[in-house]
């Protein structure tokens, strides 16, 4: 098994409380990453510190060759760690691969400063593939939260 960490830092023109409350809601999530196409069976609790706990399903559509897809079903766990600043997401993917995400919002002039977190770990043969979308993803993610966030 392997680990790979990378940090982005990113500005949003939307005060840090809406663009936290966007990355908080998982159905928000679809098309918030290329891959994503559907959010289902959302359950709510709280953790032993009291911190909100939403654990759901999401689809991850990959498109194999013309016609044919493959979707890669995700278990997340989504805490709110901070509330209204922090969010870490555990999600685990077939393939023994395993993400965390950590993404906190913070003001930055007249918006918002997002820093998110990614922490993958997966088989050694899977590595470059796994990274590479990742970095993929997480820049797809900065581009299309500072697009729905401007209007």
Known sequence: MRTETFTDRFTVAAAPDRVHAHLADPTNHVGLSPLIVAVRDIESSTDADGHPVLRYVAVERFKIVGPLRYDNILHVRQTETDPGRRLVMQVRSPARV??????????????????????????????????????????????????????
């Open 98 to 151: 395993s993400v965390r995400f950590v993404m906190e919002t913070e003001p930055d002039g007249t918006g918002s400063a997002v820093t998110v977190t990614v922490s993958l770990t997966m088989p050694t043969l899977l590595r470059s593939y796994v990274v590479r979308t990742a970095r993929r993803v997480q820049m797809f993610r900065a581009r299309t939260l500072a697009e729905r966030m401007s209007g």
